[in-house]
């Protein structure tokens, strides 16, 4: 499965948010789990906290064409996590409203049509003419935003279709991590020109 977005409370503290490893756990306990019906499950993920349980809720969200919640969605799951034992109603009635929601609004067919392309994007879709591969991490922006760091990358198309020109890929921006982030002298803009490539670093 894909993650698509991840929320939590505002009130959440810094040090409560969930880190990659508990997310991949969720997900890859619930994978099978999700059908046309509901799951309620208890779960412990032990970066958050191992001495603790949550309780999970997850669902297969219906687009306007299967109003019956039988994964017409193309396989898109609402995961709920709770600390109450007895949530289940509570997590199912908020899923109801969100499904109202995004199915008033059309979005949940948008994602589903998402979906049924295929992972990633190609690094055509920004518009930028000869632009082959690109990294983008929000550092600044909704608090909210800053507590859930995630990045966004288009797939690896030609010419980093090897393994070999991956890793020569990954070297470069490597490079430019180092340069930008070096603790000696920061650099907030960085312009590049390798063997094959011109690469721009931009820290905004």
Sequence with gaps: GRLVTAARQRALAEGGRLCASDLHLLLNLLAGGAGPGEVWTPVCLPRFNPDGYFYAYAATLADEDDDDGGGGSGGVTLILLSTEREGFYAAAGCRRRLEETLRAQGWLAELAAALREGPGYSPARPGAPE????????????????????????????PYGSEEEQQRLFDLYHHLHGRVHSARRPLRLLYHVAEKETLLAWVS
């Design 131 to 158: 632009l082959r591969h690109f990294l983008y991490k929000p550092l600044e922006g909704p608090e909210e935003m800053q507590q859930l760091p995630q990045f966004t990358s288009p797939e690896l198309e030609e």
